[in-house]
């Protein structure tokens, strides 16, 4: 009578439902991640093409109104949106200005430097959407694993209490499925950690190149419309 091979799947058929729970817990949280990662990559990719398209229609346009224009298109770039929010407080001090009233000044310009920082943060906020999720997989999917290795050995210990054997044969099985939830706990957390470590780093190049541009943008209303 031939044997039953041991592999992962008849493995886990044979695992207990605690063991079996805890695989599928971490199976979601690596399908979920591997989604996460993939979205992200496209989105911070799209997002670094269209602040390129942006800043070369920055550069060649003088007309502020002309890059406003350009900037419409572009909805994953954070320096068009930067822009289209002191645009708006730009063409109010223009308005003022044309109306006869106050040309700007300070006041005037702290609305700007306000408005630009409020579009920045909405944007870091939708650059970073998701991205506790990577966090939250890399840091509990290693004890979730553990958690359901420790059960797994529990069970095998008393299984031969009950059964008063030790050979191999009998213990192998056991500590092997036990072993399967530490590997998987190990499969989605390692890429969580990576992908989360490599995307905080594009983040935190966008949030710079964000900071620089509205100091830019503040020093061309300043010129344009400032105390004189």
Do not use: C
Request: aromatic residues 10%.
């Amino acid at each position: 009578m031939g044997r039953t091979p041991m592999n992962i799947f008849n493995l886990l058929a044979k695992a207990t439902l605690v063991v079996q729970a805890v695989i599928l817990v971490l199976l979601f949280f690596s399908v979920f991640s591997w989604t996460i990662i993939f979205f992200k990559r496209r989105t911070l990719r799209l997002a670094s093409s269209q602040n390129q398209t942006f800043l070369e229609a920055f550069k060649a346009r003088r007309a502020l109104g002309e890059i406003h224009e350009a900037a419409k298109g572009l909805k994953n770039s954070p320096q068009a949106a930067l822009f289209q929010a002191g645009y708006k407080e730009i063409a109010y001090l223009a308005k003022n200005r044309r109306d006869g009233g106050p040309a700007g000044g300070g006041a005037s310009l702290d609305n700007l430097s306000r408005a630009l920082a409020k579009a920045a943060n909405a944007e870091v906020a939708k650059m970073e959407k998701l991205m506790p999720f990577l966090a939250t997989t890399g840091s509990v999917s290693p004890f979730i694993g553990l958690f359901g290795t420790v059960w797994g050995i529990m069970h095998t210990f008393f299984t031969i209490g009950v059964t008063r054997s030790t050979s191999l044969m009998s213990v192998a099985p056991g500590i092997a499925e036990a072993l399967i939830a530490t590997a998987v706990g190990l499969f989605a957390a390692i890429p969580a950690v990576m992908a989360y470590n490599f995307f905080l780093h594009r983040i935190k190049d966008h949030i710079s190149d964000m900071e620089d541009f509205s100091l830019e943008l503040l020093s061309i209303a300043e010129r344009l419309y400032g105390p004189s």
